[in-house]
């Protein structure tokens, strides 16, 4: 039996496409990008008809059967169907390409954006160059009730914050993984062993919507803790988070 050139042509081109799959995704495991494939395969498309409608004849053989379709009146039942599933076909495809994906979008977000000099918070102005941690001076001066704070700050936490920044302050509480962008984690080494406990103090009462715009464009779900907290509360929060990762927040002074 002869093959249509039709069929011909669609094979040859199928044919070179698996084997492209094949060398591009199995045997250079994906090294190549996939939009070189499909400048290759425009390339094979054009090639092949080239060849199939080399001669007058060939290129009639080549369309007789879409002809055919089109013009023969016995063909009229597959004609009606084949051009209500083309466009159709053509219409989810381009209504699949416009779907918005549930990846978030590359954009760079600053994690540790400058703090502004002073902010409001608890209704007062606060200049955050000179605040400190009025507990911080007891960790050396009485150790015995610098630790009843830090147990009140670790108790503050288990009530608050591990439900986002984990148990083990390792940012995998509960919830984190529905959040975007992720709460941090603070035994990592980048997160507040970098940062001074006034910088603490400022992101921790005014959460989220505190942060200035180059934070965004993801809207952060720290919540704002002045409105839920006290002051000395998010003090002790912060002893406890120092004192159970084991880092030393940053100051001025040398060390
Ligand atoms: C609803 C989830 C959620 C809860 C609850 C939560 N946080 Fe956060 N927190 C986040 C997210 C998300 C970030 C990262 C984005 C950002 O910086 O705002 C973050 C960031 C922070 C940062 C900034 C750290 C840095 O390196 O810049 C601190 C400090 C912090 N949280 C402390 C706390 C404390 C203390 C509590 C409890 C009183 C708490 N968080 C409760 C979600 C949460």
């Known amino acids: 039996m002869r093959i249509p050139k039709l069929l011909q042509a669609t094979l040859v081109i199928a044919g070179v496409y698996v084997v492209f799959r094949l060398i591009f995704d199995v045997l250079l495991d994906h090294l ?11 390339f094979v498309v ?9 001669t007058e004849e060939g290129a009639a053989e080549l369309v007789a059967p879409i ?68 507990y911080r001076k007891l960790e050396s001066g009485d150790p015995d009730q610098f630790a009843e ?11 608050n914050c591990q439900y ?21 984690n603070f035994q990592d080494i980048g997160t507040i062993a970098q940062l001074q406990e006034s910088y603490l103090f400022w992101r921790i009462s005014t959460g989220g919507p505190g942060l200035p715009d180059e934070a965004t464009p993801w809207n952060s779900s720290m919540p704002v803790w002045q409105n839920f907290l006290t002051e000395d509360e998010i003090w002790k929060v912060i002893l406890y988070l120092y004192d159970y990762t084991g880092h030393r927040p940053r100051s001025w002074e040398a060390h």
């Open 32 to 42: 190549i990008p996939a939009s070189l494939l499909t400048m290759y395969m425009f």
């Open 46 to 54: 054009a090639g092949v008809f080239m060849v199939f409608t080399f």
């Open 67 to 134: 002809k055919a379709l089109v013009e023969d009146p016995s063909k009229r039942l597959i004609r009606n169907i084949v051009f209500v599933l083309v466009p159709m076909a053509a219409g989810y495809g381009a209504y699949s390409q416009a779907l918005p994906g549930l990846e978030a979008p590359v954009e760079l977000r600053s994690i540790h954006p400058a703090p502004p000099s002073t902010a409001m918070i608890f209704g007062k102005r606060v200049d955050l160059l000179s605040l400190e941690n009025p």
């Open 149 to 159: 704070l830090v147990a009140a700050g670790g108790a503050v936490y288990i009530k």
């Open 164 to 184: 986002c920044h984990g148990d083990k302050l390792d940012g995998q509480g509960p919830y984190a993984q529905g959040l975007n962008p992720l709460p941090l």
